[in-house]
């Protein structure tokens, strides 16, 4: 029930398209969803994150689609660009009532945007 | 400063040694946590600090495996005895406040150890 389910493994896209990651949780105390992106060598980095009162969170090119019922959220990279290439996380967290905030992260998502 | 920084960067050690990793967090972050990153497990949590207490220590994997914060500040996570299996990326993430705030951890570099 902490897992949190991530597709695809790995996705090419031209650039200028939009790629999307999908993440699904069972665990339904998940409060905050952030997402991460990291380049090889270094920590991963927060982009984005969303709470379970809202559908829809847009920073610049990256969207979050939120579905409370279906248990599912996914990213969207408006006019992807080669330095968007990298590998993307999702995670959970409960923050209210949650004693430690701990993240549970997908398993990643290669993303390759080619020129 | 003005992010999470980690030491060492790379660490290679000889199985059966100990190793020491330090982190340093962003001023004023009360929480701090200890991750894994590694091929096949992909990231996962291990030690959560609020303060200098450690509440959560349920990721670590086996009692070869320690954490320490001091001063509210610097934290050193130490594996005894090493072991093959135990080369990942480790990872530390500082967060302004522990249970009820926003929930942002921001990660460091990441210590690279390699066990021989």
């Given at each position: 029930q902490q897992q949190v389910k991530q597709s695809p493994q790995s996705l090419i896209v031209q650039k200028g398209g939009i790629p999307i990651i999908n993440c699904a949780y069972e665990n339904t105390a998940f409060d905050y969803f952030p997402w991460y992106q990291q380049f090889p060598g270094k920590g991963p980095a927060l982009l984005i994150a969303?709470?379970?009162?809202?559908?829809?969170?847009?920073?610049?090119?990256?969207?979050?689609?939120?579905?409370?019922?279906?248990?599912?959220?996914?990213?969207?990279?408006?006019?992807?660009?080669?330095?968007?290439?990298?590998?993307y996380f999702c995670a959970a967290t409960?923050?209210?009532?949650?004693?430690?905030?701990k993240l549970i992260f997908g398993t990643g998502t290669l993303l390759a945007v080619q020129p | 400063?003005?992010?999470?920084?980690?030491?060492?960067?790379?660490?290679?050690?000889?199985?059966?040694?100990?190793?020491?990793?330090?982190?340093?967090?962003?001023?004023?972050?009360?929480?701090?946590?200890?991750?894994?990153?590694?091929?096949g497990q992909g990231l996962e949590f291990l030690i959560?600090?609020?303060?200098?207490?450690?509440?959560?220590?349920?990721?670590?994997?086996?009692d070869r495996f320690s954490a320490e914060r001091t001063g509210g500040s610097v934290s050193t996570l130490t594996i005894q005895r090493t072991q093959q299996e135990d080369s990942a990326v480790y990872l530390c993430a500082s967060s302004p406040g522990g249970s009820g705030g926003l929930g942002e951890q921001f990660f460091g570099p990441g210590t690279r150890l390699t066990v021989l």
């Open positions: 969303i709470r379970p009162d809202v559908s829809e969170k847009k920073e610049g090119r990256f969207t979050i689609s939120f579905n409370k019922s279906a248990k599912q959220f996914s990213l969207h990279i408006m006019d992807s660009q080669p330095g968007d290439s990298a590998t409960v923050i209210y009532g949650g004693a430690t905030n | 400063g003005a992010g999470v920084s980690q030491s060492p960067s790379n660490k290679v050690t000889e199985k059966g040694k100990d190793v020491e990793l330090r982190c340093d967090p962003i001023s004023g972050h009360t929480a701090l946590y200890w991750y894994r990153q590694s091929l959560y600090f609020q303060g200098n207490s450690a509440p959560d220590k349920s990721g670590l994997p086996s």
